[in-house]
């Protein structure tokens, strides 16, 4: 197993606009080890959420080296994508982005669809996530029934559901309020325990404390990139 | 896989279902307007074969010719210048199979206290044969029975049920013209001619019977009509050039003188019949299925809403590790699903309809399997073909605008 999970060099991305190429990231380096808890933090237009899109393989970068899990992501082809998607990476997002139509039970379900595993295992494994993170009771119940914290651990469960190695956050306490938000960092320091790596976007300081190492980002380069306050002290102490 | 993607169908159309039913509605007058207007027009089709087959098949009919009397042209068949001595030369044509001379005309019968008139035919046993006729019950009449003349007679179905009723009519006497009939035999029952005459209330006597007893008058040996049978399709030509020859050289026509006969083709007439209703039914499938086009057109106007609607669902899907062709399968399966579903309930409207047209109108209706399979692989064409161009712009889409999309 590698010990980067993710390991990026040189990494350029600029969008063409009407008045030319729009540099959006300059020359980032970033390697980050399996196991970590990463803050990726910023001002809006820094470049950090399309330095996420890239790291999750929705993007491609203009130029420059991402290697993901061992994989350089420039070779692989748009199904190859999709399976990284699926397998390696489990998203969680600001606005919980989950199916209003279908029960919990399915939308944590939902990527064992495109993984190909039947309905029986499915359900089996989507039910023990559900809950893992609480939310046992509510297994046939709509996103629309439930308060946001909750849907969020919804979230959380769908990513966690196909066992991926990387989850990749963007934001995901955004529409919480402090408390629920503490809830829902407190579930993501678990994972990480369990072994999980986490990249999480954060502009909030209070968030980013939860997270081993922070990652500033200012006019699409890193600016800044150090351990938390408080793992410092934690580690310093031990 | 495939089962969960067509459960996720299911669900979508469950989840919109007036837009679902509004946009099955195209599809399930299209192919109902399919099936019934098939349904009708093999009907018709069925009817026409059948009387075709009824007439019998390569028929020549050669009619004596019209007479002028006191200025007025009567119509054909009335002069008698076609005799018994004409129709047993045609019998020696080359491709000639049977030769039938007839008389006919209308009389008033009576059986016990019962009267009708029918027509009646004076003719050969040769008749029955190239008018492929059968008998259900009794016996033909016979060559000796010609010679001599006897008073039998067989019975059409319509005339059995007017002066007979219940009553077993073989063995019976009747009376026409005031003259005894022994009833011979029971004509099979043939339904309507192609002009739309009862073919079944008709009595069929010896042809010397009915020229000495019942239609005399005319010049001795004289007849109406010869009706001639060719061998095949192929001799009909010859056959018909070697009748007017022949005739012609009989009656001692000159080079250029106007035929005291016609000769009709009655299968070329029916054959331009059947070709009538087989083009009107083609006509009506193609009118049908213009419905079912715009049904097509339909669904896919609801499906590129659909994508446009649920455009942050495919962004999500995709973030979680759908493939382009995960994303096109499924809006396809909703398509065809869409499609095929709104087949069946068309195709059972479409059979209620040709039923109740049968009830109500006593008109046939065929519905063939190959017209029940035509209308369900149109649906399922119709369902990928329309629902494809949305399916690929689904799939086309891209994840991170989709994923921001509100």
Redesign the interface.
């Known amino acids: 197993m590698a010990k980067n999970v993710i390991f990026i060099k040189d990494l350029y991305k600029h969008y063409e606009t009407a008045a030319g190429p729009f540099p959006v990231l300059k020359q980032v380096n970033l390697s980050i080890d399996s196991g970590d808890f990463v803050a990726i933090m910023g001002p809006s237009g820094s470049g950090k959420s399309t330095f996420m899109n890239i790291l999750g393989c929705l993007d491609k970068p203009s130029n420059g080296e991402y290697t993901l899990d061992g994989h350089k992501v420039s070779q692989l082809d748009d199904a190859a994508l999709a399976k990284v998607r699926n397998q390696t990476i489990g998203f969680v997002f600001q606005g919980f982005n989950l199916l209003a139509r279908s029960s919990l039970l399915d939308n944590v379900a939902l990527p064992l669809v495109y993984a190909g595993l039947d309905r029986a295992e499915r359900h089996a494994r989507a039910k023990i996530l559900l809950e893992k993170v609480g939310l046992g009771k509510y297994l046939n119940s709509r996103p629309n029934q439930i308060s946001g914290g909750q849907q969020q651990r919804v979230a959380i469960a769908r990513a966690l559901v196909n066992q991926p190695r990387l989850i990749l956050a963007d934001e995901p306490t955004g529409n919480l309020d402090s408390i629920t938000s503490e809830e829902i960092m407190g579930l993501f320091e678990e994972l990480n325990q369990d072994g999980i790596t986490i990249v999480l976007v954060t502009h909030e300081p209070d968030i980013a404390e939860h997270a081993r190492r922070q990652v500033r980002f200012l006019d699409g380069r890193i600016v800044e990139d150090s351990l938390s306050q408080n793992r410092k002290m934690i580690e310093e102490t031990v | 896989?495939f089962?969960?993607?067509l459960g996720?169908a299911w669900?979508?159309m469950g989840?919109n279902r007036l837009r679902t039913f509004l946009t099955m509605l195209g599809m399930v007058i299209g192919v109902g307007a399919v099936v019934l207007m098939m349904a009708v027009g093999q009907g018709a089709q069925y009817s026409v074969s059948q009387s075709i087959n009824a007439m019998g098949s390569n028929l020549f009919i050669v009619l004596s010719g019209s007479q002028t009397a006191g200025g007025a042209r009567t119509g054909g068949g009335n002069a008698s210048t076609l005799n018994v001595k004409d129709a047993d030369a045609i019998t020696e044509l080359d491709g000639v199979k049977g030769v039938a001379p007839l008389t006919m005309g209308n009389a008033q019968i009576v059986y016990g206290a019962n009267n009708w008139s029918t027509s009646i035919i004076g003719t050969t046993p040769a008749y029955l044969e190239v008018r492929s006729w059968n008998l259900t019950d009794g016996y033909a009449f016979s060559d000796s029975d010609i010679r001599s003349a006897t008073r039998v007679a067989l019975i059409g179905k319509t005339v059995i049920q007017n002066i007979f009723g219940d009553v077993d009519p073989i063995g019976k006497t009747i009376r026409i013209k005031q003259n005894p009939f022994v009833v011979m035999g029971v004509l099979e029952s043939k339904g309507q001619s192609l002009d739309g005459r009862d073919q079944d209330d008709t009595i069929i006597v010896p042809l010397t019977t009915a020229q000495r007893k019942l239609f005399g008058g005319q010049t001795p040996g004289s007849v109406r009509q010869v009706i001639v049978q060719a061998d095949s399709d192929k001799m009909m030509p010859i056959v018909e050039d070697g009748l007017n020859s022949l005739l012609r050289q009989r009656h001692n026509m000159r080079e250029g003188a106007e035929s005291d006969f016609t000769v009709r083709n009655l299968t070329a007439l029916a054959n331009s019949a059947a070709e009538t209703t087989r083009t009107m039914s083609m006509l009506l499938g193609a009118i049908a299925s213009v419905s079912l086009l715009v049904g097509g057109i339909g669904i896919m106007n609801i499906m590129l809403v659909s994508v446009t609607e649920r455009t942050?669902?495919i962004?999500?899907?995709?973030?979680?590790?759908?493939?382009?062709?995960?994303i096109l399968l499924q809006f396809l399966l909703e398509a065809i699903v869409i499609s095929i579903v709104g087949c069946l309930i068309g195709l059972f409207i479409g059979v209620g309809g040709a039923v109740l047209v049968n009830v109500l109108t006593d008109a046939a209706v065929v519905i063939s399997g190959q017209s029940v399979v035509l209308a369900f692989s149109v649906a399922a064409t119709v369902g990928v073909f329309f629902g494809f161009y949305p399916a690929r712009k689904a799939a086309r889409l891209n994840?991170?605008e989709a994923?921001r999309y509100q």
């Open positions: 896989m089962t969960a993607m996720e669900h979508a989840a942050r669902e962004g999500i899907r995709m973030a979680i590790g759908a493939r382009e062709r995960d994840p991170i994923l």
